[in-house]
Every structure is written in structure tokens, then in C-alpha cells.
């Protein structure tokens, strides 16, 4: 079991859009020390040094793991570059806490989990959602056995942005893995984590909400078969509109029981001449628990999230891809059974 009696020096790899929320996140953490910021860009590098009170400033991950001495990183750079960075990290004897998904395809986070285990470092793919209230309340409700048997699962996150302009990387598939990867992630690990089954298949459909000439499909329906029966259903769509109305909505049927939790349930909203938009919710930062649950890890407790959990969240993505293309259900073994 690994101690430390002083702050864990940790780096911040990719200084783009999530990275303040990340940088934050580790500033009220008191076991983790920011020691420096890490961009290809060094303009934006320069930026986020600033931004985080001058920490040193690399363009290259090597030079800022030697030259700070860090023992953990936050990876938050562009989907396609996660599993190499992954292995580079563990490599280098660092724990690493890395944006979902883990890689854009089963090969990429295999080679990840397997780096981790055999360098014995701390792998958690960053699964934010799970560290929200919604969503804790949903696990603990089911693990409690109050439902009964579940058999069915319904979760919609409706909002209306996915990207900062038209030249993001996210809208690229090929470096994004597709929305259903980059975004519908999170749902796909959310019921697997919520029911606590073995996911079998998804059947997905997709559509280009916004504009017919968008890369990736903005809005997804995704079903996904579990071995003990129940069935989830995960709508995720960033075409929403109107775009300041974001919508999540929870359904859970069990043989004791349903559950629901309501678009409108976690904050108020608000009519004025700019239209309807609800008001910042309050309960827990996600961000700010899920870096905690990395610190718990990192100073000798088990990962909230682990490798094996990531792997599995970008098969169920691949399947989903995979099932808008051919328009068929996608098994999940048959995924993983090609990067053994």
C-alpha cells in the first residue's frame, strides 16, 4: 500500500476546454499539488500557467514528467491521443486519471490497462458522472434491493453544444471515435455501473440533429441487452433544443417497484425574455468527488472507477458506432474478442 504524508505533484496534460474544471478540481484537493501544466500548444500552455498561478509550463509530456518529478496525471487532451499518452504515463511510474474514453477503439485501452498493471500505478478513466448526485442516488436505490429485479432502465441527457466551432476535434471521428465514444460514454458506463450486469449487446441508431454535414451523429439512441435480463435504454443528443433547456431524465422499472427522477427535479427554472433555462443545480461537484476518489487511489485505496471499467465503456461505444453503421445489434464479446 502506497502513503504520502505531502501533496502528490501532479501534472495536467491538455489545457483545453474541461482542463479548468480538472485544474480546479485539484487545486481544493489537499492531497494533490499542481505542478505544472502540459499542451502542445505553448501559447496555451503559457495560458494555463498563468491561469493556475505561474506552475512551470511544458510543450512535451517527457520533459514535464522529468522535470517536476510528478506522480500522477490528468490527462484531458484529444480522445485519439489517450492510449499512447496512458502508456507513456504508466512508463513512467505515474498515476494517471484520464478523460473518458479511455481510447477510441479496444486495442488502445487494452495496451492502457496492461501498461498499468504491470508498472502496479493507478489507472482511472475519468467516468465524471458517476460522482454526481443523480447518479449515486440511482446506485444506492438499486443496491439497496428496494426495486427488486430491474428490468428496465431509461436515461436521456439532452443538451444543445458539442463542440467550440466547427473546427473541433470532437466532430472528427477518427480522432473522437464518434459521439457515440466521446459523449455517449458516459450513459453506456452509467447503467452498466447502475445495475451492476454484464452488458451483452447494444443496438444503436444515430442521427446528424444539427446539420447533414456534421461528422459525427449528435443524437443517439442506444439499447443495451443485459445477461440478467434487463434492458437500457440511453438517449443522448447534443442538437437540443431550445439550447439553454438541457434535459436529463431517469426511469428505473423494477419487479418491486419504479423510480424516477425527473428533468426538472434537480433545479428550478427560469422564464425571461432570453427564453426558459434552468438554474445552476446545486449538491456535490462531481469533479471535485471524482478527483478525490483519484487521491483515495493514488494514497493506497481501491479506484472507484477502474482500467477494466474503461475498456468495457469503449467496447459498449465501439458496439454502438459499430450498430449505426450496419444497423444491427453489436455483441460486446465479439468486440473485445478482437483485441484479446
Same mark, same amino acid.
Given at each position: 500500500?502506497?502513503?504520502?504524508s505531502?501533496?502528490?505533484p ?5 489545457t483545453g476546454f474541461?482542463?479548468?474544471q480538472?485544474a ?20 496555451r500552455?503559457?495560458?494555463?500557467s ?5 506552475v512551470?509550463?511544458?510543450a512535451?509530456?517527457a520533459?514535464a514528467?522529468?522535470?517536476t ?6 490527462v484531458?487532451?484529444?480522445?485519439d491521443t489517450?492510449?499512447?499518452?496512458a ?8 498515476h494517471l486519471l484520464?478523460?473518458k474514453p ?6 488502445g485501452a487494452?495496451?492502457a490497462?496492461?501498461?498499468f498493471a504491470a508498472?502496479?500505478?493507478v489507472?482511472?478513466p475519468?467516468?465524471?458522472?458517476r460522482?454526481?448526485?443523480?447518479a449515486?442516488?440511482v446506485r444506492?436505490?438499486?443496491r ?12 436521456s441527457i439532452?443538451g ?16 473522437s471515435g464518434?459521439?457515440a465514444?466521446?459523449n455517449?460514454?458516459? &450513459?453506456?458506463?452509467?447503467v452498466?455501473?447502475w445495475? @451492476?450486469? #454484464? ?5 444503436? !441508431? %444515430?442521427r =446528424? ?10 443524437? &443517439?439512441e442506444m439499447?443495451?441487452?443485459?445477461g440478467? @435480463?434487463? #434492458?437500457?435504454v440511453?438517449?443522448?443528443? !447534443? %442538437?437540443? =433544443?431550445?439550447?439553454s ?5 431517469v426511469?428505473?422499472?423494477?419487479t418491486?417497484?419504479i423510480?424516477?427522477l425527473?428533468?426538472?427535479g ?5 422564464t425571461d425574455?432570453?427564453g426558459?433555462?434552468?438554474l445552476?443545480p446545486?449538491?456535490?461537484d ?5 478527483i478525490g ?7 493506497g485505496?481501491?479506484p472507484?472507477v477502474?482500467g477494466?471499467d474503461?475498456?468495457?465503456?469503449v467496447a459498449m ?10 444497423g ?6 465479439d ?6
Amino acid at each position: 500500500m502506497e502513503s504520502h504524508s505531502v501533496p502528490v505533484p501532479v501534472l495536467l496534460v491538455g489545457t483545453g476546454f474541461i482542463a479548468a474544471q480538472h485544474a480546479a478540481a485539484i487545486h481544493a484537493e489537499p492531497r494533490l499539488e499542481l505542478a505544472g501544466v502540459v499542451d502542445v500548444d505553448p501559447e496555451r500552455a503559457a495560458a494555463a500557467s498563468r491561469a493556475n498561478g505561474g506552475v512551470p509550463a511544458f510543450a512535451d509530456l517527457a520533459a514535464a514528467l522529468a522535470g517536476t518529478g510528478a506522480g500522477g496525471c490528468v490527462v484531458c487532451t484529444p480522445n485519439d491521443t489517450h492510449a499512447d499518452i496512458a502508456v507513456q504515463v504508466a512508463e513512467a511510474g505515474a498515476h494517471l486519471l484520464i478523460e473518458k474514453p479511455l481510447a477510441t477503439g479496444v486495442a488502445g485501452a487494452r495496451r492502457a490497462v496492461e501498461a498499468f498493471a504491470a508498472a502496479g500505478r493507478v489507472l482511472m478513466p475519468a467516468h465524471s458522472h458517476r460522482y454526481y448526485d443523480y447518479a449515486r442516488t440511482v446506485r444506492d436505490v438499486l443496491r439497496s434491493g428496494e426495486l427488486g429485479t430491474v428490468d428496465l432502465v431509461r436515461l436521456s441527457i439532452l443538451g444543445g453544444w458539442i463542440w467550440p466551432d466547427w473546427r473541433g476535434w470532437m466532430l472528427d471521428p477518427v480522432r473522437s471515435g464518434g459521439h457515440a465514444l466521446h459523449n455517449g460514454v458516459h &450513459l453506456l458506463d452509467l447503467v452498466t455501473w447502475w445495475t @451492476g450486469d #454484464t452488458p451483452e449487446s447494444v443496438y444503436a !441508431r %444515430g442521427r =446528424r440533429q444539427t446539420a447533414a454535414e456534421l461528422g459525427v451523429h449528435d443524437y &443517439l439512441e442506444m439499447t443495451v441487452s443485459f445477461g440478467g @435480463g434487463a #434492458t437500457a435504454v440511453c438517449e443522448m443528443s !447534443r %442538437g437540443h =433544443r431550445p439550447a439553454s433547456l438541457a434535459r436529463r431524465d431517469v426511469m428505473v422499472a423494477g419487479t418491486g417497484g419504479i423510480l424516477t427522477l425527473p428533468w426538472d427535479g434537480e433545479a428550478g427554472t427560469v422564464t425571461d425574455e432570453a427564453g426558459t433555462a434552468l438554474l445552476p443545480p446545486g449538491g456535490a461537484d462531481g469533479f471535485a468527488a471524482q478527483i478525490g476518489a483519484w487521491a483515495d487511489a493514488v494514497t493506497g485505496g481501491p479506484p472507484a472507477v477502474t482500467g477494466a471499467d474503461g475498456l468495457l465503456a469503449v467496447a459498449m461505444g465501439v458496439a454502438a458506432e459499430r450498430s449505426i453503421a450496419t444497423g444491427v445489434p453489436v455483441r460486446i464479446a465479439d468486440v473485445l474478442k478482437e483485441a484479446p
